[in-house]
């Protein structure tokens, strides 16, 4: 049973433009949320994060988004760049549990 | 501040051997997470150490166990290796246990079993 989906395998934007990256979940306990950057042969880097008690949060070209009604959240940025092309994993979690992640989503960002 | 190592970095087996794989997490953090990464199940979670005590556990078989030094060093060992056990696993630390949230990953040691 798959808590965290990220449903979009890849996604292919042009520089410049707007990178929408979206996650679903079904575990209503999950109260905080956070975004994690792979580059091959690396392993994942912290992006940005947010917390069930906000619905926006904004981390300069980065700001994930929460509607906890829908359970869903999604990952903007603008403008998108190059570098931006990796793997990108949503993660959830409540308490102390240990995070539970999507499958991912690879971004490709076209010059 | 040197970040978490892992080594070793690629490591081939087969099936039916065992494989211990270590990492070394960031100084000063003392709780040691290990994650399965494959391309159909994405990350999945071992387990995780704390103070040399094993604090949390994921679904996997017995197989897959772990241990803490004194030192926060973490291994962690795969016996009776299976084809699927294929995958590249990441080790993360954090300072100390419950804070998921402040993970910092190891680049991974790429497992593949023949």
């Known amino acids: 049973d798959q808590q965290v989906k990220q449903n979009s395998p890849s996604l292919s934007v042009q520089e410049g433009r707007i990178s929408i990256l979206n996650c679903d979940y079904t575990n209503s306990m999950f109260d905080y949320f956070l975004w994690y950057k792979k580059y091959p042969a690396e392993g994942p880097t912290f992006l940005i994060s947010?917390?069930?008690?906000?619905d926006k949060n904004e981390d300069g070209r980065f700001t994930v988004f929460l509607n906890k009604s829908a359970k869903h959240l999604s990952l903007h940025i603008v403008p998108s760049q190059p570098g931006d092309s990796a793997v990108y994993f949503c993660?959830?979690?409540?308490?102390?549990?240990?995070?539970?992640f999507g499958k991912g989503t690879r971004l490709s960002v076209i010059a | 501040k040197a970040g978490v190592t892992q080594t070793p970095r690629y490591l081939i087996k087969t099936r039916g051997q065992q494989v211990t794989l270590s990492c070394s997490p960031i100084s000063g953090h003392r709780s040691v997470s290990w994650y399965q990464q494959t391309p159909g199940q994405g990350l999945q979670f071992l387990f995780e150490?704390?103070?040399?005590?094993?604090?949390n556990k994921g679904n996997f078989p017995g197989r897959f166990s772990g241990r803490q030094f004194s030192n926060s060093r973490s291994e962690m060992n795969v016996s009776t290796l299976e084809l699927g056990d294929s995958a590249l696993y990441l080790c993360?630390?954090?300072?100390?246990?419950?804070?998921?949230?402040?993970?910092?990953f190891g680049p991974g040691t790429r497992l593949t079993v023949t």
């Open positions: 150490y704390f103070s040399e005590t094993q604090r």
């Open positions: 947010i917390s069930s008690i906000k």
């Open positions: 993660a959830a979690m409540w308490g102390n549990t240990p995070l539970v």
């Open positions: 993360a630390s954090s300072l100390n246990s419950g804070q998921t949230y402040e993970q910092y």
